[in-house]
Structures are given as C-alpha cells and as structure tokens.
DNA sequence: TAAATTTGTAACATATTTTATTACAGTATG
DNA sequence: CATACTGTAATAAAATATGTTACAAATTTA
C-alpha cells in the first residue's frame, strides 16, 4: 500500500479521535473507511510500531488513541507513512556518460528535497485535532 | 505514464535545450533516460500539444524546443504532466452515512490543494534555463 | 471453562497502473 | 529509391496496490 496509505491512517485517527472511549474495531473502521478489514489492521500495525494507538485483542477488543491529538501532527503522520514529495523518477537508471542523464536524478533529488520542507512546514502546523475539529 | 512523467519530461527539455541547433531524435533522447523511444516520443506528443517543441519527420528528424527555455518555468512543466501534489486517497468510495467517512475526501483535497499552492509557487521561480543550467 | 469476538499475520489472488515491445504507415533527406 | 526518422496503435510484460481467505492467539463474558 502506498497511494492511500496517508488518507487512510488519518481516517483511522480521525475516527480514533471522534469516539476516544472504546477501543474500536479494524471491521467498524473497515465500513467507514469502505476498505478491507485486514488492510485497516496492517495500517493499524504501522501505527502500533510508533506508540500512536494501543489496540486489545480479544471480545470487546480493537484500538484507541494512545496520544495526545492536540500534539500529533500531520507532518508526523505523513512520515510515518513514508510518503515523500516529489514528482517522480524516470524509472531506469540514466545513461552515465551522458552529462545530463549522470546528474538528472541529484537535481531532482534536490528540487523535490525542497518541496518536502515547505510541505512540512505546512503539515506540522495542523494537529490531529485540527484536522479532526473540521468535520 | 504517471509516476516518471515529470521526470522523464524535464530530463527531454533539458537536453534540447544543450543542443539547440540539432533535431534531436527520439532514439538519441532514449539513450539518455534510458527509457524505450516510443514512450519518448508519446512525451515529446504532450510537449508538442502544449507548443513547447517543434519536431520534423523523415531522415534526420527529430525534435528541438520551440520556446526560451528562459520564460519557461517548472510549474508549466509540472502542469503540462498533469501531475498533483497529494498523498493520494483511498481508492473506495468511503461511507456516506458515517461523518467522518462522508467528508474525509473534502478534507483531504482542501490539504492537498494548499500543498499545491505552495510548491507551485516554488516551481514558478525556476526555469527551465535555470534548471539546465546546473549541469 | 466454553462460546464468542477480535487482533495479528501469512499466504495467496485479483486488479490496476506503468513501462516495454512490436509493427508499420507516413514523411523527409540525400 | 534507400535510408532514417516520426506518429501511433495494439499488445505484452512487469510492477504495484488492493482484496480475500484462513487460522492461531488473545480476551471477555456468560
């Protein structure tokens, strides 16, 4: 997963945020999000691995928020999904003798380095709480 | 073509714009990006719908720019691409019927569209001479 | 303690998107 | 008229993303 992967941990948060007393579940997630349910764990998983939810097994089991909403950040949030800026690489390897072709992916690399700050800048000014207060 | 259009795009016009006085060919181009010369040509295809390239067919064809690489900005290359910043959605429709689910889409395109914004503005400022021009 | 419910995860299947290839008609050059 | 290009369609292959099934392990509650 990577296009949705972003859209879909803030839908999680978001709805961990709305309901912060139960510990919902990956199938409840699952009908809001309209995804699979295993997907939702896998997401769930990633954000586990960065202490951002707790989540019980078991009846009655699920997830909840184990942070501050006010203090998680969209920059954050966006790392943890291994997203990054940019507008893409041509996919083989450019020829290295050719003067063009043997520094095109540095300048990219730099041009799309730039993006990624003024993007993050942007996304670490909103909260999960922000982001969750608009709806 | 998505994900290295951008790329692939930007790569073309730099090399044009090193060897102004040639039609280049689309097979010499290829050789370059390391890329197959008919996605070559499908690119210059774009660029010449946009009036950015001129090329000529038959024995020593090819393609040269058609504009001062001076007026012309990365963020006309980035539109031309029909590249969008965003971290992306996910792929199904959510549920109406759940608030969050209802209005996530909103949201996240009300996000990426200042992302947008930002990083057009960052690409207004760089022309393609300014880009060719690091090598 | 047994039944029910839920997570966690692996293995596999399907769908979608990207990239590559082949083929060939049309066009200009020398 | 042979050669070397572009333009484009059709098809194939590869890569990536998403979906499904299955089931062990954990926990609750009756």
């Known amino acids: 997963m990577i ?3 972003f859209a879909i941990t803030i839908h999680i948060l978001t709805l961990l945020h709305k309901f912060p007393n139960d510990y919902m579940s990956s ?3 699952a009908g ?9 764990r896998k997401e769930i998983a990633n954000l586990k691995a960065h202490h951002i939810v707790e989540s019980k097994e078991g009846k009655n089991g699920g997830t909840k928020l184990a942070v501050n909403a006010a203090e998680l950040t969209l920059k ?3 790392e943890m999904t291994f997203e990054t800026i940019g507008l893409g690489f ?4 450019p020829n290295p003798d050719c003067p ?3 520094n095109i992916n540095q300048h990219l690399e730099n041009l799309y380095s730039e993006m990624n700050q003024k993007v993050s800048a942007q996304l670490e000014g909103i909260s ?5 207060n608009q709806f």
């Open 3 to 5: 296009s949705g992967k």
């Open 27 to 29: 199938e409840y997630i």
């Open 32 to 40: 809001s999000i309209n995804l699979n349910p295993v997907l939702v």
């Open 76 to 78: 954050q949030i966006f």
């Open 90 to 93: 041509a996919k083989n390897q």
């Open 100 to 102: 063009v072709g043997k």
């Open 128 to 132: 999960l709480e922000d982001f969750s």
